[in-house]
T-cell receptor, first 113, second 115 residues
Framework: AQSVTQLDSQVPVFEEAPVELRCNYS??????LFWYVQYPNQGLQLLLK??????LVKGINGFEAEFNKSQTSFHLRKPSVHISDTAEYFC???????????FGTGTRLTIIP | ETGVTQTPRHLVMGMTNKKSLKCEQH?????MYWYKQSAKKPLELMFV???????ENNSVPSRFSPECPNSSHLFLHLHTLQPEDSALYLC??????????????FGQGTRLTVV
């Protein structure tokens, strides 16, 4: 069974500081990985995705993530956060040959002015 | 206009009411989903449709009844709900269930409050 773990339920960060949101997945086969962002009272919006190729993936709003197969991780990073980045961030995984998209429990990112 | 549109955005209903949530996608996708998002709980997949056929029902109570008349529209019919059913209901679509290297696109959700 596929699963996703987001260890940090809340991450407070000062404005203009860097941030890393952690995501680990369990799988014995090839995976496709996604990060979504949810702003207050909104649906989920895709930030970036890893399908194949380069392990460093760049997304919207200055975010990037690195796929690490040996550590089964797909951590999300941004070098300098803004107030507008305040939102909930969800990691998701889909295994090759599996139709289901499995989400983590989410990490709430709070930016401190 | 977003690719996936949900109406209404907010709904308050009594436990004896019958209401429906509507989802429409303009992306030419063939797979559609209903998710439930409750406070402090993981996103729960409720139903999945592919080419109008239901492919998954995650043990959802019968007071939730989905309907998919075509690949562009998805409904969730609600009746005799409980207060614990209050949540954000999200609709999503994707190209096709068999095309796994694509993402799902989400609507903005319907905030449901059962009183």
């Amino acid at each position: 069974a596929q699963s996703v773990t987001q260890l940090d339920s809340q991450v407070p960060v000062f404005e203009e500081a860097p941030v890393e949101l952690r995501c680990n997945y369990s799988s014995s086969v090839s995976v496709y990985l996604f990060w979504y962002v949810q702003y207050p009272n909104q649906g989920l919006q895709l930030l970036l995705k890893y399908l194949s190729g380069s392990t460093l993936v760049k997304g919207i709003n200055g975010f990037e993530a690195e796929f690490n197969k040996s550590q089964t991780s797909f951590h999300l990073r941004k070098p300098s956060v803004h107030i507008s980045d305040t939102a909930e961030y969800f990691c998701a995984v889909r295994h090759f040959g599996n139709e289901k998209l499995t989400f983590g429990t989410g990490t709430r990112l709070t930016i401190i002015p | 206009e977003t690719g996936v549109t949900q109406t209404p955005r907010h709904l308050v209903m009594g436990m004896t009411n019958k209401k429906s949530l509507k989802c429409e996608q303009h992306l030419g996708h063939n797979a559609m989903y209903w998710y439930k998002q409750s406070a402090k709980k993981p996103l729960e997949l409720m139903f999945v449709y592919n080419f109008k056929e239901q492919t998954e029902n995650n043990s959802v109570p019968s007071r939730f009844s989905p309907e998919c008349p075509n690949s562009s529209h998805l409904f969730l019919h609600l009746h005799t709900l409980q207060p614990e059913d209050s949540a954000l209901y999200l609709c999503a679509s994707s190209q096709d269930l068999k095309v796994v290297n694509t993402e799902a696109f989400f609507g903005q959700g319907t905030r449901l409050t059962v009183v």
